[in-house]
Nanobody
Framework: QVQLVESGGGLVQPGGSLRLSCVGSGSMFGFNNMGWFRQAPGKDREEVARINSLGTTSYADSVKGRFTVSRDNAGYTVYLDMTELTPEDTGAYFC???????????WGRGTQVTVSA
């Protein structure tokens, strides 16, 4: 019954910005861990950012200083604010969530981000 739905992807020019959103449902008390992964063409899926119920965040080195992950207080929604986008940021972005610790027990179906002139 758990469901994660991403939105906000699209085509953006290099140097531009996008905000991704993920709304979760099906957990009585929200999700402890919520975050984002991405998969570029020809590459393995990689973790981009995550945030837990205490507000602790973690970022991939490649996005530090450019991306910001945040969540609502109830623990059902996570955002990814992306700035200074480059073509290397292109890929399918997936929302993940876990009930305990830094778990990634559930996944959304993804939203495409394409950075191109």
């Amino acid at each position: 019954q758990v469901q994660l739905v991403e939105s906000g992807g699209g085509l953006v020019q290099p140097g531009g910005s996008l905000r991704l959103s993920c709304v979760g449902s099906g957990s009585m008390f929200g999700f402890n861990n919520m975050g984002w992964f991405r998969q570029a063409p020809g590459k393995d899926r990689e973790e981009v950012a995550r945030i837990n119920s205490l507000g602790t965040t973690s970022y991939a080195d490649s996005v530090k200083g450019r991306f910001t992950v945040s969540r609502d207080n109830a623990g059902y929604t996570v955002y990814l604010d992306m700035t200074e986008l480059t073509p290397e940021d292109t890929g399918a972005y997936f929302c993940s969530a876990g009930l305990r610790g830094w778990g990634t027990d559930y996944w959304g179906r993804g939203t495409q981000v394409t950075v191109s002139a």
